[in-house]
């Protein structure tokens, strides 16, 4: 009796267990190739908070293929794959740059091949701009927590793009998001998105401006709640989005901002 009831109790774990989703590398091949000088172009997918699910796809325009879950595939032996919520990608010289939100990191790979660099630790990171071997990324500093009475300040980490370290850090407002860079300056958009929770007074509603010389905050330009994207364009004007508050500020979009050189 008792070899039949441990039969059955192995039955019922194995009858019990969630199985885990598994993300495969798939090839999709379309009917022609694209003519148009580049290579390729990367496509990183953010993926559900909490699931470790952010993927990164290539679209090879020579051969008319797009390449799903590439990072997993180039790189097996890598435990938890690419990481929790993909929040920006770009690339520079040879290497592709990943910024993974809630896994506290920014993947670097080699931009011909996704095959793992190395990594910069950098708490609840958001963005990422170069400039002069510079990488430079917004932090929210801070756990990933919708609190009115968090009150820790992010930053801006410089890191040594060839070495991989940190080498400086600029404290701006709260809950810093994107960043440009123009005429000697970095733009950088504070939220406060944490720190609002609904509440006016709490939200950020101001973009600071870095001296790349110093890399110390020279001033902060009032624009409006709840900044999110900045980007400067080829006459010097600066243009921000503002995500606004639900039922009392509605999303905006300003260029009223014109940038300097100091």
């Not at 300040?153 to 960043?179: E, S």
């Not at 890399?215 to 503002?242: C, M, P, Q």
Request: proline share 3%; glycine share 8%; with cysteine.
């Amino acid at each position: 009796m008792r070899k039949y009831l441990t039969g059955f109790l192995v039955l019922l774990l194995f009858s019990c267990r969630k199985d885990v989703a598994v993300f495969i590398n798939e090839d999709t091949s379309l009917d022609s190739a694209a003519q148009n000088g580049y290579a390729g172009f990367y496509l990183l997918n953010e993926g559900n908070m909490g699931s470790n699910k952010s993927t990164l796809d290539y679209f090879d325009y020579t051969k008319g293929e797009y390449k799903r879950n590439i990072y997993a595939a180039y790189n097996p032996t890598v435990p938890k794959e690419l990481g929790d919520v993909g929040n920006d990608i770009a690339i520079y010289g040879s290497r592709l740059y990943a910024v993974i939100n809630a896994s506290n990191k920014v993947e670097v790979m080699d931009a011909r091949t996704a095959k793992r660099i190395g990594q910069v630790e950098i708490p609840n990171c958001r963005y990422i701009k170069f400039d002069k071997g510079f990488a430079y990324i917004t932090s929210y500093a801070g756990p990933i927590e919708i609190n009115p009475n968090y009150a820790q300040k992010g930053y801006v980490a410089k890191v040594d793009t060839a070495t991989l370290a940190i080498t400086d850090k600029c404290i701006v407002g709260y809950q810093p998001d994107n960043l440009d860079i123009s005429n000697g300056n970095i733009y950088v958009a504070n939220s406060g998105g944490y720190m609002g929770a609904g509440n006016t007074e709490k939200y950020e509603r101001t973009v600071s401006v870095i001296s790349l010389a110093t890399f110390k905050e020279n001033k902060r330009i009032d624009v409006a709640y709840n900044l999110h994207h900045v980007k400067a364009d080829k006459r010097g004007d600066l243009w921000v989005t503002s995500r606004g508050i639900i039922n009392n500020f509605p999303p905006g979009f300003t260029s009223s901002i014109k940038t300097c050189r100091r």
